[in-house]
């Protein structure tokens, strides 16, 4: 399965802009509005815009590695010989776990090369393991909401195809990328505080100030795991509906 996923990635155009050359302009494009901000608000708020952004693209491209990967074999008419094959449904997410896991931290490795030489941000400066926590954090949380949408691909086929590149964006906002939950109306706040990305990026805040970030990483882990559960328990009630109903069967048709 890695070896089928490079070799796509390779010779896919497609994804190479997807997961490369998209997230690096859109750190363009909010880098020079941190600069701009540097003179109304203050680096510190510059510099939290930037980062959130940064480790918002964990997130963006772990859960497109799962579903767009799914729409390419659906496409070129392989999802069936993978199934055919012994790999188990296991294996199959933990294939989706690992190649997301390596895209998100390329992507963020490039993303921070960039935002220090262009930007001066330096992401380091929140502490290499605090950086650790934080993209873990995001990686899984980016898997198990690229896992419920592969379970909605099974079974409804390429008719929410497009939710595997837009939906997590609706989420965007309520999870306090940008700006910190306190911004939120309060009905919106109490709902910012069920994702676990919510306490990863108000730790990222609390972390570029200085301050301890253990009480907000022990949230974003016991959520994540029930969110990860509750993904995989999903994706396999979708996957079985899908045999049923013979949605899997017409996939490739």
């Known amino acids: 399965m890695m070896f089928h996923e490079i ?9 190479f802009n997807d997961i490369i050359l998209f997230p690096l ?3 363009i494009v909010f880098g020079y509005m941190t600069l701009y901000l540097v003179g109304s608000t203050g680096k510190i708020i510059a510099d939290q815009v930037l980062s ?13 590695s799962v579903g767009v990967s ?16 012994p790999i188990s449904i296991k294996e199959y997410l933990t294939f989706f776990a690992i190649s997301g896991t390596i895209k998100g931290f390329i992507v963020l490795l490039l993303s921070s090369i960039l935002a220090f030489f262009v930007f001066h941000l330096n992401m380091l400066s929140m502490g290499l393991i605090n950086m650790f926590l934080m ?11 690229g896992v419920v949408m592969l379970g909605l691909i099974i079974r409804f086929g390429t008719r929410v195809a497009a939710f595997a590149w837009g939906l997590i964006n609706v989420f965007q906002p309520l999870m306090a990328v940008i700006y910190p939950v306190a911004i939120l109306p309060q009905p919106f706040r109490s709902i910012s ?3 676990a990305p919510t306490y990863v990026f108000e730790a990222m805040r609390k972390s570029l100030n200085g ?3 253990i009480s907000d990483i022990e949230s974003a882990v016991a959520l994540n795991i029930l969110f990860l559960i509750g993904a995989v328990i999903f994706f396999r009630y979708m996957f079985a509906k899908s045999k049923e109903t013979g949605q899997f069967a017409r996939l490739e048709g």
């Open 7 to 15: 070799f796509i990635t390779r010779h896919s155009f497609e994804i």
């Open 25 to 27: 302009f859109s750190i």
């Open 52 to 64: 959130g952004i940064i480790l918002w693209q964990v997130i963006s491209i772990a859960q497109y």
């Open 70 to 85: 799914c729409l390419w074999d659906v496409w070129s008419r392989n999802l069936t010989n993978i199934f055919i094959s």
């Open 135 to 145: 993209f873990i954090n995001l990686a899984v949380f980016g898997f198990s909401f």
């Open 193 to 195: 505080f069920l994702f």
């Open 211 to 213: 301050q301890n970030i």
